[in-house]
């Protein structure tokens, strides 16, 4: 047998990459999105923090969770059972029904009991989609009305936040997945200030963070995590809130006469890509492909006409 862990392709690929020791690496500068908001520069010592926080208020959920995926394989492993049973028992007859009644009931009664969420589940919101979900809802509130004046990056403000965006973007890959999260919280803060309508805060976690929220949580994976102010022990955050600015969008609000239109500075950024090294041979190389190209066009041309003038000879008249 062979000791191959793969197996090994040498035909030719269409998708093969073109042969990089003639080409150079080259930074060309293009026009970045004007309409972008950037991560809060949250300081490393701070992120720490907050994530040992918040596995301090996560304490006793992945207990929850393993007990709950144990007592789903119990089931499924006493339903088989039963399935079983039943199949070599086609009649089973009960003695006394009224209890074997009062036991189910005492067992479904303990499994409730057993499988009571923490008062914290109820302010969680777990998952990049499911965040999103969240952060576009809290997004469509009505504008209208609106005065306050906003910049991309305001002072911090812990005494009205209505909940803090978790997201461990040192272990995302790629990190497209969560690239639109601080454009909705901007969103969110542009909203017109009303009762009960406080700042979301984004904050980003140091590396590993995924690890130990999915290790509190007793899930396979947490990469964004969403804590509602209303949450049990939320006040341990608060000290730390400070050192967080708010995100916002200017553009998002109306126009007023109270405020005055500002510029957007412009954004260049640098795309990273490949070029010839023989910028002349390259060419040559091109308008030579490119004739090529239509010799073989007009040959083909040439040749279809001729089949066309064959194939009318010889009709019979």
């Known amino acids: 047998m062979s000791e191959k862990a793969v197996r090994t392709l040498t035909s030719g690929s269409n998708r093969a990459k073109r042969d990089g020791e003639d080409r150079k690496v080259v930074f060309r500068s293009v026009l970045d999105n004007p309409f972008r908001v950037q991560w809060p520069p949250v300081p490393v010592n ?3 923090a907050v994530l040992a926080r918040i596995l301090e208020m996560l304490e006793g959920v992945s207990r929850y969770f393993l007990d709950r995926r144990e007592q789903s394989r119990k089931r ?3 339903k088989q059972g039963s399935k079983a049973l039943n199949s070599k028992r086609r009649k089973v007859v009960s003695t006394s029904p009224a209890i074997e009644q009062t036991d189910s009931a005492d067992v479904e009664s303990n499994t409730v009991l057993e499988t009571l969420p923490p008062d914290i589940l109820k302010h969680l919101t777990i998952g990049i ?7 576009e809802k809290c997004a469509m509130t009505p504008r209208e009305g609106t005065t306050e004046v906003a910049t991309s990056v305001s002072e911090p ?6 909940r803090v965006v978790l997201v461990c973007r ?11 999260l601080p454009h909705l919280v901007a969103a969110c803060n542009s909203r017109p200030r009303t009762e009960g309508n406080g700042d979301v805060l984004l904050i980003p976690l140091p590396k590993g963070a995924e690890y130990s929220l999915a290790s509190a ?5 947490v990469s964004v995590l969403v804590i509602d102010a ?10 730390l809130l400070d050192n967080v600015p708010r995100l916002s969008a200017s553009w998002l609000l109306p126009q007023t006469e109270a405020t005055r239109p500002t510029l957007i500075p412009t954004h260049i950024k640098q795309l990273r890509t490949t070029a010839p090294k023989d910028m002349k041979a390259a060419k040559e190389q091109r308008s030579q492909k490119r004739a ?11 040749a279809g006409l001729k089949q066309k003038k064959v194939v009318v000879l010889s009709v019979p008249s």
């Open 230 to 239: 209303a949450a049990p022990n939320f006040s341990l955050l608060l000290s």
């Open 170 to 180: 040192a272990d995302v890959d790629p990190p497209i997945l969560i690239s639109h």
């Open 46 to 48: 701070v992120q720490n």
């Open 129 to 135: 989609n499911d965040v999103t979900k969240l952060l």
């Open 292 to 302: 090529d190209a239509k010799e073989r066009k007009k040959a083909r041309g040439k």
């Open 76 to 78: 499924k492993r006493e």
């Open 217 to 221: 949580i007793g899930l396979r994976r």
């Open 157 to 162: 403000s812990s005494t009205s936040v209505a």
